[in-house]
C-alpha cells in the first residue's frame, strides 16, 4: 500500500473512531487478512482487515469480520485471554474490518523458544496452553455463525485434489488417515482451528491473548490438541506442544481445567491430520500468486513449502527418518561460466549478486525487512532449481518407470486404490526420494529437522 492510501486508510479509522489516529503501519504476517498497529488518541490498538481485493479460491468466506467479532466476544465471556474488541463492520474503504486493543507481549515464535526472556515462563505454557484450551472448547458452538461443517477428512481431500495436483505423499497420508480413523468421541465442541505457535500473545507472566479466530468452527475439540502438536509449529524445538512441552503436560492441563483428554491414539490422528492440513494451506495460499490474483513472493514462496509438509508426514508415519544433507549452493560456486553468447557474471552469479542485496539492503519497517528475507530465499531456491532440476528430473521419470507409471497422477491413483500395495515398499521409497529431491531445492536444512 502506498503512503497516499495508508493516509486513505488513517483517515477512514479517524471517522469511525471519532479519533486521532497516528503511527499506522501495516504489520508482517498474516496470510490472508491485513494487520495494522496504530494509535487512537493515544490507545495502543490492531486493525485487521480484508484484503481490498481478494479474488479466487483462498478468499476469506463472506461476513469473516463479523463472526471474528463475535467469537471474540464469546471467547471474553469464557474466560478465554483475548483482545478487547472496539469496534467492527463492513466497510473501511470498502472492506470488512476489525479493530481491537494492542496487547502487550510477543507472537513471534522464535523469540518465545530462544530468548532469554521467556526462559522462566517456557517449561509451564504447555499445561496453561491445554487449559486455555479446555475453555475455549466450553464455547457452545451454536455461537458459531455460518452453516456446520461437515467431515473434516471428507473436506480435506476433496480441497486436496481441487487443485489438481497429484502428490503421491499426500495420497499416502489420506490413505493411513482414512484406515486409522478413530472411533467418533461424540465430543463437539467450537474449536480454534488455528491454535498454534505464532497466533498466541505471551509475556513472561503468560498467555495474554488467543488472536486469529477466522478459522473457527465445530468439530471434535482434539483438532485444536493436534494442531498444537503440528511439527511446523515447533520451529525447530524437540518438544511437540507448541515447542513449549511435552504432550502429556498439554493433556494435564487441560485436563485441570475441566476437559476431556484425548487417548494418545485420538491425539496422533489429530496431529497427522494437522500435518496433512497445514500442506493443503499452503498449496492453498499459493493458488494465490498462481492465479494471479495476488503477486506477493509471500505467497509464491507457500508454494515451495508444501514439500516441508510432506517430508512432516513421510516423518510423522515412520516412512522416513531425518537426514543431514549438503546445500547444493555450498558446493557450486556462484561464478558459473555464462553460455555463449552471453556474457558474465553467469545468471548463477547474478542471482546470487541480488540475493546478497536483499539481505544486505536496508529496508525501513519489518514487513520490507520481512519480504527482504522471503525474496532472498525465493532465489536461493530458483539457483537450486537451476543445478538440480535436469537430474530430479531424469531420477523421477526412472523412478516412476520402475512402479509402471507414467507419472505422478497414476501413481497417485494407484496409491489410492491400492493397485500397488504388494510394492508398497517400492512405493514408499519412490515418494521418499520424491519429496527429498524436492526439499533439496526447496530447504535442504528442513530434511535434519524432527
Not at 480435506?156 to 472411533?183: S, T
Request: aromatic residues 4%.
Amino acid at each position: 500500500m502506498s503512503g497516499a492510501d495508508a493516509n486513505g486508510l488513517g483517515e477512514a479509522l479517524a471517522g469511525v473512531l471519532s479519533a486521532e489516529v497516528t503511527g499506522l503501519r501495516r504489520l508482517s504476517g498474516g496470510a490472508s487478512r491485513e494487520t495494522w498497529s496504530f494509535e487512537a488518541d493515544g490507545r495502543a490498538l490492531i486493525l485487521r482487515r480484508e484484503p481490498p481485493s481478494s479474488p479466487g479460491p483462498s478468499a476469506p468466506p463472506p461476513g469473516g469480520m463479523a463472526r471474528e467479532a463475535a467469537l471474540l466476544a464469546a471467547a471474553a465471556e469464557a474466560g478465554v485471554p483475548v483482545p478487547r474488541l472496539v469496534a467492527h463492520g463492513d466497510a473501511l474503504l470498502g472492506t470488512p474490518y476489525l479493530v481491537m486493543e494492542r496487547l502487550d507481549g510477543e507472537t513471534i515464535p522464535r523469540r518465545l523458544l530462544r530468548d532469554d526472556r521467556f526462559a522462566g515462563v517456557r517449561p509451564r505454557l504447555a499445561r496453561e496452553l491445554g487449559g486455555v484450551l479446555a475453555r475455549i472448547h466450553t464455547i457452545p458452538p451454536e455461537r458459531i455463525p455460518g452453516p456446520p461443517s461437515g467431515d473434516p477428512l471428507a473436506e480435506l481431500a476433496a480441497h486436496h485434489r481441487g487443485f489438481g495436483e497429484p502428490r503421491p505423499a499426500v495420497e499416502l497420508a489420506l490413505r493411513w488417515l482414512e484406515e486409522h480413523r478413530p472411533p467418533s468421541s461424540g465430543r463437539r465442541a467450537l474449536v480454534h482451528g488455528d491454535f498454534r505457535n505464532g497466533n498466541l500473545m505471551i509475556d513472561e507472566s503468560g498467555v495474554r491473548g488467543v488472536l486469529d479466530w477466522e478459522l473457527a468452527h465445530a468439530g471434535d475439540p482434539a483438532e485444536d490438541l493436534g494442531w498444537l502438536c503440528v511439527k511446523a509449529w515447533r520451529f525447530g524445538s524437540p518438544l511437540p506442544a507448541g515447542g513449549f512441552g511435552t504432550r502429556e503436560d498439554l493433556l494435564d492441563g487441560y485436563a485441570a481445567a475441566g476437559g476431556v483428554p484425548p487417548t494418545p491414539q485420538e491425539l496422533r490422528w489429530w496431529e497427522v491430520y494437522g500435518t496433512l492440513r497445514w500442506a493443503v494451506l499452503c498449496r492453498h495460499q499459493a493458488e494465490r500468486f498462481l492465479s494471479g490474483s495476488d503477486p506477493s513472493v509471500e505467497y509464491a514462496v507457500l508454494g515451495r513449502k508444501v514439500c516441508e509438509q510432506e517430508h512432516d508426514l513421510l516423518l510423522a508415519l515412520g516412512l522416513t527418518e531425518p537426514e543431514k544433507a549438503a546445500d547444493p549452493l555450498d558446493a557450486s560456486g556462484a561464478a558459473a561460466e555464462a553460455p555463449a553468447p552471453h556474457d558474465r557474471p553467469s545468471a548463477h552469479a547474478l542471482i546470487d549478486a541480488v540475493t546478497g542485496f536483499l539481505l544486505s539492503a536496508e529496508q525501513p519497517d519489518d514487513r520490507l525487512r520481512f519480504h527482504a528475507r522471503v525474496a532472498a530465499g525465493a532465489l536461493r531456491i530458483a539457483r537450486r532449481e537451476l543445478l538440480l532440476a535436469d537430474g530430479h528430473r531424469e531420477a523421477h521419470r526412472a523412478r516412476l518407470r520402475a512402479l509402471g507409471c507414467a507419472d505422478d497422477a497414476a501413481l497417485a491413483a494407484a496409491i489410492r486404490d491400492g493397485t500397488l500395495d504388494g510394492r508398497r515398499d517400492e512405493v514408499v521409497a519412490a515418494v521418499r526420494a520424491s519429496v527429498r529431491d524436492k526439499l533439496l531445492v526447496a530447504n535442504p536444512a528442513y530434511l535434519n529437522t524432527r
